[in-house]
């Protein structure tokens, strides 16, 4: 079984910064695309941003020059480096992945963080 643990997120002030991370945790054999989500009250989840295995990145269009995505292959690990916040960033954050289990088991299956709540307000 696998599991997607996300860091705490918390209350920031508008411009501050804060540093989301993902840990991929039991039986993984290879981890293919990683993503970032996030959904407001309200609103329906979107995609933040995504990183594929070879580290190609894109990202939600408010949130670019703003947001960075990386990983760490060796740590099973996905972060999101969230700089220059506004209180619209105001969310619950999901960590989303494609894993392959085993290696004799060639399918994937996504896998769900189960949320962090990031504030940004004064």
């Known amino acids: 079984q696998v599991k997607l643990a996300e860091s705490a997120g918390g209350l920031v002030q508008p411009g501050g910064s804060l540093r989301l991370s993902c840990v991929a945790s039991?039986?993984?054999?290879?981890?293919?695309?990683m993503a970032w989500h996030r959904q407001a009250p309200g609103k329906q989840r979107e995609l933040v941003a995504a990183i594929t295995s070879s580290g190609n990145t894109k990202y939600l269009e408010s949130v670019k020059g703003r947001f960075t995505i990386s990983r760490d292959d060796a740590k099973n690990t996905v972060y999101l480096q969230m700089n220059s916040l506004k209180p619209e960033d105001t969310a619950v954050y999901y960590c989303n992945a494609d894993i392959r289990g085993s290696e004799q088991s060639p399918g994937r299956v996504n896998y769900w963080g189960q949320g962090t709540l990031v504030t940004v307000s004064s």
């Open positions: 039991g039986t993984i054999f290879s981890i293919y695309g």
